[in-house]
Structure formats: structure tokens, C-alpha cells
């Protein structure tokens, strides 16, 4: 039987793209990778262990991991960490069973110096409520003599004095984070919990949402509970995309919401944050696995008469996995990169485009619900593209019956046209026609549903996320705001940048006001005021983008967060000039300016791609701190030409400095809270915001255009290079809680002032009954 062959690595984990028998690895002292799959028991809070066959070639006769094994030369980790507690111990686990907590570096000597092991640990927890008898166990007897349970803390002793029997780990280092995750799961206080949750969600504050239907005819209302109903099935598609066992989680959650106070404050905050990780907390987990549903395996192991089978918890990490659902979990850029070098141009427009998954061919034979069926790529990589209308199959060939008809029954022509191209869109994966469709939308019922933004993607920002924004069209604010879509070809001709980076076809933006009754899918967290779509860069290059202003959300944060924040943190000189006005006449310009700017670009090399494409992970933020800054400039020069009131000068400033707290206040790991960090600590270095010993702000209006300025050229070139390398830097310098800012973000905290807001939608509600 041929040696089986590892991948060698790097110290510092990334794989050099060699490898070599095993033999040889433990020989020459390689880093390698393995896996470590802990049992832990829930009910009676033991941990499985195995004894090592008398004959392994380390550690023979002791006290060991629940199961372990190297990672073979190409495989996954998931995959192997099924593959070994199958093999040693005869139980078959899915993937969601299997909570991957941390990566440990193994560095050890034995046998005489004969036996090397350099070794990056993939650790795993299994979660199940209650012990598998012994007697359903599978030893492979080559490998496992015998098995027990043992509670954690008894064998945690054991370790910390170096008892021979057991396998040794150092508890006081990395490896006490297994019993330090375990501890707190079992050590549960539930009034801090509580607690904590009811802190959490005190940070949003409660609004209900409704708008007049008077204008719609009963034609038009019936085509808008269809088009609900659509919307809710976008929340499916979206919870599946944050995470694979998150939509076992939310229906966990949902069931036992009436169970305790707690298990109900779960259940709120799960429902802002549409997962477990918090988006105020630079998406720290709220909950753990511990938290999560329990699912029956009866064919997890041999049957036992009189007991019912396998329990286990619905795992999820606690760090919030960079690539969502859209990736394996165990890929990283380089895996991806060497796929991506060996497909052909199509397949790599697959790939790289806004509407596919990657899978791995490895896992496909493994309970994948969403996907009906999938074509390989002819490649030697494991990993594979499917396109969303496969991967969501079934979500979306309901919604797409929905919307059909819904485009049935509605009066307005470009309504109908939407609606039919988006429905056929959902089953071809094509969703070019539908955009334009959208850019072309007239209509009193505004409609945006489907895939669009990518934060979620933060590995490459790649891949976009279902969502839907149901409006009723403000007729009058609309006409208002024409001015600045017809003014865009004018604000990309005088940018603060340099000439060849221009876009030489800019088209006018239309821009439609809404007051929202609905939104679903991707709008977890802090709620959207304003969106420029699309995202397409081929149709931003030869048609622009539009503009949809959510007014009664802007209103509602204007009140309830932008206000209070102004009272707290803008000195008492300046602090009338923060308005409503200003506030809604940016985030306008902040929209416009998503649609200015370099976006299709030429490479040193000659070569035409994308800014999107080029920064990648760091895209989203920069271009949110493009879109900003430059939207203050843009103010400015539009004052400056005659086209909008000199009396705006001062307060939008102003309003802008407030605004940056409110943004801040998201996180540094959302794109908009980075993005605004950048700006704020830029034109605070500048002297443009000035911190006062009564710990307020204010701006200096002689220094905060000449710093707006400089910004705007600083990101635009940056954008117009394609400098991934420059845009990191640029983000690692300044996103940051510097001192000052610091000092203000304690004070609206300790006031209380929400950070957002949590919308209502009792029209929408309705419409289901």
C-alpha cells in the first residue's frame, strides 16, 4: 500500500504547494496539517477520549484525543476530520456536526529524536447531549484499543500534573482553550446573559414603518402581497448564505423563543442579526453552539437496542467565517488563486462573478440540501463553481413563480417588465437584462429584490447576497433630487483626481425616493438609508447606476440616533447646524458618487480590469470611504457652481462630523464603520474636526475642504491604480479607536443614545394575513 502523502507547509501555516510521504514529513520535521476531533457530552460535561493502539509510532498505550489524524496531500480538514472519527471510532457525523474553535501548533521531539512532528492542528468540537454507549462504537483496532469518558475538568487535572497515561497538552497555553470554551458553556449565568442581551438590543431602537397604498390599485396591492412573499423566501436564500446550519439555528430559536425571558432575548437579537455573530461587536458570536439545534442521527453510529440514536448540536464557529457561505470553509486565497489559474476564461468569469458558490467536489457526495444538481469543472483542484439558480434551486423557483405573478397583476409597465425579467433571472442565473429592467423601474410600487451587495464575501468580495426593498414612491422629493443625477458627467469631469484616471462615459443617475414598508434578505444590523445599484461593473460602464433613498429611514435615524448624538458630541457653537437637510442632501451625493469614480481600469500592464476585482477583500471599504468623502466634495463643488444653496456650507460639515459617529458606531469590521474611521482620523490629523477639553468636536471650516480634498484624491488614485497593496495600507493606518474618538464613543454610551435603528412593518404583515 503506497505512503500516504501530506501537504508541506510553511511555519506559519500556508501550504508551499509540495508534498511528501509521511515517512519523510516526521523524518525532516515538515509542517504538516492535522485534525483534532473532540466528543464533548453535554449532559454529563465529559469529553471522549480513545486509547492509542500499543503499536502507533508515538505515543503508544496512552489516554488521547477523541480521534486525530493527518490531513492527506489536496484533502479538506472538514472532510478529514469526518473521514478519521468514522474510520477510528465508527461514527458518522455531517458537517454541521463538527465546530472548528481553533488551530493549534504542535512542535515536538520522540522516539529518540527519530520522530519530528511540526504539526498545525485543525481543532474540532463535537457537541452531543448524551453518551454513546461503548457498544455502538466502531474501533478500528489498528488505531484505538479501547475508549472512555471522562469529565472535562478530571482530565484536564490530569494533563496540568503530566500524568503518563495521558497524551500530553499544555493546558495553561493554547491548548487550554478547548477547556476554557467548554467551562463557560457549562457554567452558564443566565441573569448575566440576560443581561447582556438586554444590553445589546437596547442599542437599536424600536420604529414602526408604514406608508399610504391609496395610490395602488387592488390589482396593484394583491401583486404586492406576492411580491412579500417573495421577499420573505429572500430571507431563506440569505440566512443559508451567511452560514450553512444557520437556518437550523433560526427555527431552533424560533421554536423555544417562548421557553424563558432568555431563550426570547436570543431570539430578538438573532432577528436583527439574522445570525449569531452581532454586527455592533465587529461580529462577535452572542451565542455558541451550546445555543444552537439539537438533530437527531440514528444512522450515526451501530444501533443499541433500547436507545434512540445519536444527538448533537447544529455547530457554528465563534469567529464569523470571512467567506460566509460561499467558499469551503477550509479555503484559502492561495487554494482558490491555484484553482482559478487552471480554468478557462469562462469558467474563471464563473467563478469570480457576483452569482456562483464554491464548493468542494470532495464533500459533494455529503448532504448538501440546496444543491439539485452540479457540473464539475475538469480540473485537478477539488473545488467547483455552481451557479446560485442551482445552489438555491428551490428557493428560487418559488419566488420566481411569485413574482411572475405578481407581473401579472400589476398596471405599471416598466413594473411588469421588472418583475417577469427578475422571475426568469432567478432560474438562469442571467440577471443582466433584470438590472437594466431595475435602472428603468417607473412606477408608484418600487421594487428591488435579488442578488446585489458583496460585504458579506469578505475574502474577496466576490459574491452578493440576496436582498428586497419594497417602497411607495415619493413623487415630490423625487423630482426634487433630479438636480443631481443630471449633474454627475459634471462632478466626474472636475474630480480632485488625475485625468487618465477618469471615466469617460458617465451617465445621468436616476434617482427615486421611496418611503419603505418592507425590506428582507441581507439587512441584518444597522439598516440601509440609501442603495446604488448595480454593482455589474459592464453595466455601471455603459448605463450608470440608480439611486433609491429610503426617506422614512433616514428620517427615523435623523431623530432617534443622528440628534442625540449631535447633543453629546458637537460643541454647543456648532451644534444647531447639524439639520435634517443635510444629513438626507449627502447621503443623496454619498449614492451619486458610488456611480463616479474609476471602476472599469487599466493595469500597468495593459491589461482591463476592475477596482472591485483588484482590491478585493479591502474594496468594500474603500469604496464606501470613496463615496463619502467625495460626496462631501461634492457638496461643495455643487455650492460652489450655484446649484445648490451657499447656506448649506457650515452645516453639512458639521452634520457630516456627527454622522461620523453615528457610522463608527457599527464596527470596524462593516464597511461602513471602517470606511468612516478612515475619514474621520484623516481630517481630525489634518485639523479639519478639532477636539475640545469638553471632550465635543468641531470643525475648522478654514481646513476641512482642503483635507476633503486631499482624501478624495488619496482614494480615487489609489481606486484608479488598482493598489490593493496602497488601499491596505492606507486602511491599517487609519481605521482605528484613536483617543479622541474614543473619549466620544464612551459618552454616547454611557448616555445610552442608540446606535441604530430596528424597523417594524405592520403594512407588510398585513398584507400576509
Known sequence: MAEEHFDVLTKSGEKTGVSKPRGEIHRDGDYHRAVHVWIFVESTQQLLLQLRADDKDSWPGLWDISSAGHITAGDPSLLSAQRELEEELGVKLPKDAFEKIFVFLQECVTNNGKFINNEFNDVYLVTILHPIPLEAFTLQVEEVSAVKYIPYEEYRNFLAKEDPAYVPYDVNGEYG?????????????????????????????????????????????????????????????????????NPALRDWLKDHANASELDKLKWEYFLINKSPWSSLDENAAFLSTADSAVKLLPEGTKSVAGWKGLEYRAAFPVTKPPGSNFYPPDMDKTEFTLWLNGLTEEQKHAATGFFSVIR???????????????????????????????????????????????????????????LHSKAEAFLSNEYYESDIAWMDLDSKLDITIGPYETYEDEIFGYKATFETFIGIRDDKATADLKLFGDNLKLLEDNLPLDSVYKSKDV??????????????????????????????????????????????????????????????????????????????????????????????????????????????????????AKADIVGLWALKFLITKGLLSKSMVESMYVSF??????????GLTEAHGKGQALQFNWLYEKGAFVFHKDSTFSVDFAKVEGAVESLSHEILTIQGKGDKNAATLLLNKYCSITGPLKKALENLESVKVPVDISPTFPLADALLN
Open 507 to 624: 451617465s445621468a443617475a436616476p434617482i427615486r425616493v421611496i418611503q419603505l414598508i418592507y425590506n428582507s434578505g441581507d439587512v441584518r444590523g444597522p439598516q440601509t438609508v440609501a442603495y446604488n445599484l448595480p454593482n455589474d461593473e459592464k453595466i455601471v460602464k455603459y448605463r450608470g447606476t440608480s439611486m433609491v433613498m429610503l426617506k422614512n429611514i433616514q428620517e427615523a435615524k435623523f431623530e432617534h440616533i443622528l440628534k442625540p448624538i449631535a447633543e453629546i458630541t458637537i460643541s454647543k457653537e456648532q451644534r444647531g447646524l447639524v439639520d435634517f437637510n443635510s444629513f438626507f442632501t449627502h447621503t443623496i451625493c454619498h449614492e451619486c458618487c458610488h456611480g463616479i469614480g474609476p471602476h472599469t481600469i487599466t493595469l500597468p500592464d495593459g491589461q482591463t480590469s476592475t477596482v472591485r476585482k483588484e482590491l478585493q477583500e479591502v474594496h468594500s471599504a474603500m469604496e464606501e
Open 177 to 245: 482553550k478547548l477547556f476554557d470554551i467548554i467551562r463557560q458553556r457549562c457554567q452558564v449565568n443566565t441573569e448575566a446573559r440576560k443581561l447582556s442581551l438586554q444590553k445589546q438590543l437596547q442599542r437599536y431602537s424600536p420604529v414602526t414603518l408604514e406608508a399610504k397604498l391609496t395610490e395602488l390599485s387592488e390589482r396593484d396591492q394583491k401583486a404586492l402581497g406576492l411580491i412579500v412573499k417573495a421577499a420573505r423566501i429572500m430571507d431563506d436564500i440569505f440566512f443559508e448564505q451567511v452560514w450553512n446550519s
Open 360 to 418: 468542494r467536489q470532495s464533500e459533494s457526495n455529503l448532504a448538501d440540501h440546496l444543491v439539485s444538481s452540479t457540473k464539475k469543472l475538469d480540473t485537478d483542484s477539488d473545488l467547483y463553481s455552481i451557479p446560485y439558480s442551482e445552489a438555491y434551486g428551490p428557493f428560487l423557483k418559488k419566488a420566481s413563480e411569485l413574482l411572475h405573478k405578481a407581473g401579472d397583476l400589476v398596471s405599471s409597465p416598466s413594473l411588469k417588465k421588472l
Open 657 to 666: 462630523l456627527a454622522g461620523c459617529f453615528r457610522s463608527i458606531r457599527f
